[in-house]
């Protein structure tokens, strides 16, 4: 059970993450405003990237084998919202590198993923984030790529890929 400080510094988490969450949807609408942009349906508040997690472990990689590492979520598994109408995005995201001196440690790239569920961003800035995320996390690999497949909405598709061999 709860005592009453730990309800207290809940209460004060929430407060301050509603905050957050309102004035970078408030920011969102006042960028898209300035194109002309209006959202449309039911809007819900979204947090900034800032947000996301910014802890991903790795593991040393001690072999000299140069092996390509992929990692792939479940169709419609990574999901973050839109922020021009706080729907949801749904899509797959895929990794994949040759590890340098590490790899990445499968459940905190879970929970890293999962940590964009309540962000509103544009699909192709999500896919920058997560490129520089891990490109960051894991040191020198001798190349990544990030790629995020979304779902089709309003009959187009949305493919976007970051490859540190194009940088």
């Not at 900034?48 to 000299?64: A, G, L």
């Not at 001196?101 to 790239?109: A, P, R, T, Y």
Request: charged share 25%; glycine share 6%; hydrophobic share 35%.
């Amino acid at each position: 059970m709860q005592n009453s400080k730990e309800q207290i510094d809940i209460k004060e988490h929430l407060q301050h993450s509603y905050k957050q969450a309102l004035e970078h949807t408030s920011s969102a609408l006042d960028y898209m405003a300035e194109y002309g942009i209006k959202p449309e349906g039911k809007f819900g508040l979204f947090f900034s990237p800032e947000t996301r997690q910014k802890e991903i472990h790795i593991m040393p990689y001690k072999h000299k084998a140069k092996q390509n590492v992929v990692y792939e979520t479940e169709h419609g598994e990574f999901s973050a919202l839109c922020p021009f109408s706080g729907l949801p995005d749904f899509g797959t995201l895929r990794v994949e590198y040759i590890p340098g001196s590490h790899i990445l440690e499968l459940k905190s790239l879970k929970y890293y993923l999962l940590s964009w569920r309540n962000i509103g961003s544009a699909q192709e800035d999500i896919t920058a984030f997560v490129y520089d995320d891990l490109i960051r996390a894991l040191k020198d690999p001798q190349y990544l790529v990030v790629t995020t497949v979304y779902n089709v909405r309003g009959g187009i598709n949305t493919t976007c890929s970051v490859d540190s061999r194009m940088q």
